[in-house]
């Protein structure tokens, strides 16, 4: 803290300063900004705004009033019951981010039922109808009457009214709380310059609802926090995502959230503004031992050295779109695309994009998914998205086959007067089977072997098959195995017959899970 007891100066780089600290920073940058072109003068006190510092000055009465001024503007509560930051400006300016900020910030930072004053979750009222595609979506919410941060005074100002080290709690530093109360000494403190920059983060922070299907370990929420080296650099970032629509605000997991937000900043154009373009990700949600309450149940670290990976997520994600879905009742809801999230996490970790689609093979309600995503997964590996040719030659044998395969079945359903879908379905689930439980190079050999054998003299493989060879060692047999999996999910149907059996002819109702969450 400066010298000069009628200030306080709050430096980005300052130490101590971690990730949540300059995103709370920021938030109080944008605050302060917008007060500016608003034209709000709070009483007693000023402020400079430099591009790594902000300096709050004050009279000789004391920083209370000024801070009191400060959070009465800054945290508000709108006509409808939706959280209001008046950096972000008014909920109903952009009600897609706004319903979402709502959700996620008592999803995270006010998930207790103590840090704010709000309706019975099991009573809900709020309402917002979106408008999507000629559709309308209905986002169902809890109405807030009031939240702690509107006093955040109080941990900044003691009785006589002078600066104090703030006790940090989970609101405003999610599971920064006490550990052990028996022993009273786990609790965590910061000193003004730091405590103030906290009280912020929620509003600097970048906010995603999370659909994941796959069973343990669900997160709902995803906070997202850029690194900031400019605060004028972050907050147009910031501004540009408010006007994001909802179809932007969903992903399908931790790490889909970190390249979502590298994505539409650069589909801004604002990419060069961050001269360190990184993020980290924490996703909140339920895990089946403490379902009351939100856990920290995910971390994730996504920086983008190259364009590359970036491509890659932006390919991904154009061909498995967000879904707008209407059922057979009438009600609409989004629908989720799983593969994603598999991307996204292998992009953050630096593997291979498909590596690991074997889990979404297995598991029963990923797998389910996966078929109406059949048709943006046959173009994704169409596209140069491989690393080796080798995998691109096993993904082609892996096609030819199984669509002579199917050959081979609509001759077998007319001879023995047979239902085709019911010999196809029959029959991809027994490849899938044999594949999934497939443990070392071994048994994939023998089951990849099998399967091309059935088909006869492949063509993708008649001058290529080395390139294929080193797939099956002990060292590669796992992506081996992916890339099977994937091409037996990917197949691009050369007819209407085969098009049939392999999506089914209905929609699938287990995709409506959390419609109106």
């Known amino acids: 803290m400066a010298s000069n007891v009628n200030q306080l100066e709050l430096d980005l780089f300052g130490f101590g300063m971690t990730a949540l600290h300059r995103i709370g920073l920021a938030g109080l940058w944008m605050t302060l900004r917008r007060f500016e072109d608003e034209g709000i003068q709070l009483p007693e006190g000023e402020w400079l705004l430099e591009n790594q510092r902000i300096v709050l000055r004050w009279s000789e009465s004391g920083p209370k009033r000024f801070l009191e001024s400060l959070f009465e503007q800054a945290f508000r509560v709108d006509g409808n019951g939706l959280i209001w930051f008046s950096a972000l400006g008014e909920p109903m300016q952009h009600p897609d981010a706004g319903v979402v900020l709502h959700e996620a910030v008592l999803g995270t930072f006010l998930q207790h039922g103590l840090t704010r004053k709000a309706e019975p979750k099991n009573k809900t009222t709020g309402c917002l109808a979106i408008e999507m595609d000629d559709n309308v979506y209905q986002y169902q919410y809890q109405k807030v009457y009031s939240y702690n941060h509107q006093k955040g005074v109080e941990e900044l100002v003691n009785v006589a009214g002078k600066l104090k080290d703030g006790n940090v709690k989970g ?84 790490a889909e959230a970190g390249w979502r937000v590298l994505a539409l900043i650069e589909a801004d154009g604002l990419l060069t503004r961050l001269r360190s373009p990184a993020c980290r990700i924490v996703s909140f949600g339920t895990v089946p031992w403490v379902s009351q309450q939100k856990t920290r149940v995910e971390i994730f670290s996504v920086k983008m050295g190259v364009r590359q990976p970036l491509r890659t997520y932006r390919i991904c994600r154009q061909y498995l779109p967000n879904r707008l879905v209407k059922a057979a009742s009438g009600d609409t809801f989004w629908s989720v695309p799983v593969t994603p999230e598999l991307v996204a996490s292998n992009l953050a970790l630096g593997r291979q994009w498909y590596n690991g689609f074997t889990q979404l093979m297995s598991d029963q309600e990923t797998r389910n998914r996966i078929r109406y995503e059949r048709r943006g997964l046959s173009k994704m590996v169409e596209e140069p998205l491989f690393s080796r040719q080798a995998e691109i030659i096993f993904v082609t044998a892996c096609h030819e086959a199984w669509r002579r395969r199917l050959g081979q079945l609509g001759e077998r359903s007319k001879r023995e007067n047979a239902s085709f879908q019911n010999l196809v379905r029959r029959e991809y689930e027994r490849w899938r089977t044999s594949l999934v ?30 390139q294929v060879l080193p797939l099956f060692s002990d060292q590669e047999w796992r992506l081996a195995r992916d890339l099977a999996l994937l091409a037996l999910a990917s197949y691009a149907p050369q007819s209407r017959d085969e098009e049939a059996a392999l999506d089914g002819t209905e929609e699938d109702t287990s995709l409506q899970e959390g419609a109106s969450a």
């Open 437 to 466: 439980r497939c443990k070392n190079a071994a048994s994939l050999r023998e089951t990849v072997m099998d399967l091309w054998s059935r088909s006869g003299s492949l063509s993708a493989l008649r001058s290529d098959w080395k």
């Open 171 to 254: 609101w405003n530093f999610p599971g920064g709380t006490v550990r052990h109360n028996a022993f009273g000494v786990t609790g965590l403190s910061e000193p003004p310059e730091r405590m103030l920059p906290l009280l912020f983060a929620p509003v600097g922070a970048i906010y995603f609802r999370i659909r994941k299907y796959t069973s343990g370990r669900r997160p709902q929420f995803a906070l997202v926090l850029p690194d900031i080296d400019d605060l004028p650099s972050y907050a147009r970032v910031r501004w540009s995502l408010q006007r994001a629509r909802l179809p932007e605000l969903l992903v399908s997991g931790t």
